[in-house]
């Protein structure tokens, strides 16, 4: 099997639980999907139907209760957190609802820091390249709070791409943005994807967002009420 044609991304019979104060609470139910690379992949469903947490266990930020996930040929339950930590800093970039900036920190030294703490000695160029491609160079110098949330939504992006990952996982990236903006960013999400093969892994539940994807899968209660199918079908 070629890399292209290799699953990115495996998750087989996928369950989680936790224990809360009324006893044991499920959120996922054997869920199953294959991602390949460069793919662009939703996972849509109302709130409340296990897709965040779906997204956690497909990127190591947690394991499953049962089942087996992979990550570029990693399983990654038989790893431990400092492990799962490495493969996370080498393989994932993440951008949230929340742009979780740094308010101390300018534009560049938000994306730059990343890099930093990985020991990166051109940090400040790769820094600059990655904000020239989400256009904003001129804005560079500027704090989180002196930027909209477009902008900042966009300086997270910088900072999710600057160390060239295999994955990028978005959770409802456009939730705080208006409608219009929203459409740019997604516009540069998917420009990213397309460009630079990076895989994107969607959590939305905006139909149409999710349409733009090659394909998706849809979460009701935790379990898949949609089978990964072509997003246009």
Same mark, same amino acid.
Not at 85 to 106: C, E, I, M, N, Y
């Given at each position: 099997?070629?890399?292209?044609?290799?699953?990115?991304?495996?998750?087989?019979?996928?369950?989680?639980?936790?224990?809360?104060?009324e006893g044991r609470l499920d959120i996922? &139910?054997?869920?199953?999907? /294959?991602?390949? #690379?460069?793919?662009?992949?939703?996972?849509?469903?109302?709130?409340?139907?296990?897709?965040?947490?779906?997204?956690?266990?497909?990127?190591?930020?947690?394991?499953?209760?049962?089942?087996?996930?992979?990550?570029?040929?990693?399983?990654?339950?038989?790893?431990?957190?400092?492990?799962?930590?490495?493969?996370?800093?080498?393989?994932?970039?993440?951008?949230?609802?929340?742009?979780?900036?740094? #308010?101390?920190?300018?534009?560049?030294?938000?994306?730059?820091?990343?890099? *930093?703490?990985?020991?990166?000695?051109? $940090?400040?160029?790769?820094?600059?390249? $990655?904000?020239?491609?989400?256009?904003?160079?001129?804005?560079?110098?500027?704090?989180?709070?002196?930027?909209?949330?477009?902008?900042?939504?966009?300086?997270?992006?910088?900072r999710a791409f600057v160390h060239g990952?295999?994955?990028l996982f978005a959770d409802e990236p456009?939730?705080?943005?208006? /409608?219009?903006?929203?459409?740019?960013?997604?516009?540069?999400?998917?420009?990213?994807?397309?460009? &630079?093969?990076?895989?994107?892994?969607?959590?939305?539940?905006?139909?149409?967002?999710?349409?733009?994807?090659?394909?998706?899968? *849809?979460?009701? *209660?935790?379990?898949?009420?949609? #089978?990964?199918?072509?997003?246009?079908?």
């Amino acid at each position: 099997m070629s890399d292209s044609s290799r699953p990115l991304l495996e998750a087989c019979d996928v369950s989680k639980s936790v224990s809360g104060p009324e006893g044991r609470l499920d959120i996922l &139910h054997e869920v199953s999907l /294959q991602i390949l #690379p460069g793919e662009s992949f939703a996972i849509v469903g109302a709130s409340g139907s296990g897709k965040t947490t779906l997204l956690g266990l497909l990127a190591g930020l947690d394991t499953p209760s049962s089942g087996r996930i992979k990550l570029d040929g990693h399983a990654l339950e038989q790893l431990d957190e400092e492990a799962r930590a490495d493969l996370r800093r080498r393989l994932v970039g993440f951008v949230f609802q929340s742009f979780h900036l740094l #308010p101390a920190l300018t534009a560049e030294e938000n994306v730059m820091l990343p890099l *930093e703490l990985e020991g990166s000695v051109d $940090a400040r160029l790769r820094a600059r390249a $990655a904000l020239d491609a989400v256009g904003l160079t001129p804005r560079r110098r500027h704090y989180p709070a002196q930027l909209s949330g477009g902008e900042q939504q966009r300086v997270a992006i910088a900072r999710a791409f600057v160390h060239g990952p295999r994955v990028l996982f978005a959770d409802e990236p456009t939730g705080n943005l208006d /409608q219009r903006t929203g459409h740019h960013i997604c516009d540069l999400l998917f420009a990213l994807n397309r460009d &630079h093969h990076t895989t994107l892994v969607l959590v939305t539940h905006d139909a149409t967002l999710a349409a733009r994807c090659d394909r998706r899968i *849809e979460l009701e *209660e935790g379990r898949v009420v949609l #089978p990964a199918a072509s997003a246009q079908a």
